[in-house]
């Protein structure tokens, strides 16, 4: 094909690019380019609308690439927030002998709760103002009691 052609067939161009879902002369006719025949009767148009035409597709396929690589980021991101929060639970070399595991996870998360101050703990703080602290147990200390006895 000469490249100094004022018109590219409809069918050279079907090679390169997909066909619109509503045909090539649809697309074509409602995007204002007009449809020439040739010298051999072959549907085509203008060279410069050709150029465009393949301009916006490689600017699609950017914009694709773009939310490709975004989606991913973010993907990334959220999987590496799962897995920061995931517990890592009990080394094997922290469980003695004869207990089971599920007892020494379950204890770690009550050791890991915050405890109540002592009496003097309070006094040595320099808190201003008293505490009360109620003598029936909270529904977590009551459920602990009632698992350790």
Wanted: aromatic fraction near 4%.
């Amino acid at each position: 094909m000469d490249p100094t052609e004022p018109f590219v067939p409809l069918l050279q161009l079907a090679l390169d690019l997909a066909a619109p879902v509503e045909g090539w002369a649809a697309s074509l006719t409602g995007r204002n380019i007009e449809i020439v025949e040739d010298d051999l009767g072959r549907d085509c148009i203008n060279r410069a609308d050709a150029r465009h035409l393949f301009a916006e597709r490689r600017e699609a396929e950017a914009r694709k690439r773009e939310v490709v690589e975004r989606n991913e980021r973010q993907a990334i991101e959220r999987d590496r927030q799962w897995l920061a929060q995931l517990w890592g639970g009990v080394p094997a070399d922290h469980l003695p002998p004869g207990v089971a595991p599920a007892a020494v996870m379950l204890q770690a998360d009550k050791d890991s709760r915050p405890r109540r101050l002592t009496p003097l703990q309070e006094a040595l703080s320099n808190t201003e103002g008293l505490i009360y602290h109620s003598l029936a147990p909270t529904p977590d200390e009551d459920a602990s009691f009632n698992d350790s006895n």
